[in-house]
């Protein structure tokens, strides 16, 4: 009699261990998708890109002109600048500030991939940059019938002098911009840690060698 009592006592117990454990990163996740559940002055600071964009559409070429398989960075947080023509000082900054970030996520940096998407200006030029110092960012390539897909998919002003940050998140969709005039580093890091907190559970990352 003792023990068919015990059976149900212990599933209940159970099931509350599990509830402890999975609630705190769910509630994250919705929270952080949901600023307007939290009380004010907490929210993101970057804008949500709503619905999420999948990448799979948008066909890229590396340098050595192969086409970019984009689930290379599945399960993968993607830090990603969009720029025409070349990268010029400011694009530059903004990768090692990109680098800095990810450096600064500590062991979560494995989760991290970093890129640069260029596409050939209006005369149809492009300056491949020198990414010394830069290792480990991905650098792709849209040609001129992809310039009005990636156009479509990333919300970006060429004519600006802003320099807009997009994150893609473990599934390959974009899901989020920060405009990196307006809103600091630090401001775009406390996003980036607190999505890395909220995704700890179901997103892990791979491991690549690069510092």
Not at 85 to 95: H, K, N, P
Not at 117 to 140: A, C, F, M, V, Y
Request: net charge neutral; proline share 6%.
């Amino acid at each position: 009699m003792v023990e068919t009592q015990s059976k149900p006592r212990s599933l209940v117990s159970l099931w509350v261990l599990i509830a402890i454990f999975a609630l705190p990163p769910i509630a994250a996740w919705l929270f952080f998708f949901n600023p307007q559940w939290l009380p004010d002055g907490r929210t993101n600071h970057g804008e949500l890109i709503n619905p999420p964009r999948a990448m799979a559409s948008l066909k890229l070429q590396t340098p050595e002109g192969t086409t970019f398989d984009w689930q290379t960075l599945q399960n993968m947080w993607t830090l990603t600048l969009v720029s025409e023509g070349g990268c010029d000082a400011a694009c530059i900054e903004t990768l090692i500030k990109v680098r800095q970030m990810r450096r600064a996520t500590g062991a979560n940096r494995q989760r991290i991939e970093r890129l640069l998407i260029l596409l050939p200006d209006s005369k149809g030029r492009l300056d491949l940059p020198n990414l010394q110092g830069l290792e480990g960012t991905h650098l792709l390539i849209a040609e001129n019938d992809q310039r009005d897909n990636l156009l479509s998919l990333f919300p970006v002003d060429l004519s600006a002098q802003a320099i807009s940050l997009f994150l893609i998140d473990p599934q390959v969709d974009l899901m989020m911009t920060h405009n990196t005039v307006q809103i600091s580093t630090k401001q775009i890091l406390q996003d980036l840690e607190k999505l890395l907190k909220a995704s700890q559970s179901w997103a892990q990352g791979g491991q690549y060698g690069h510092k």
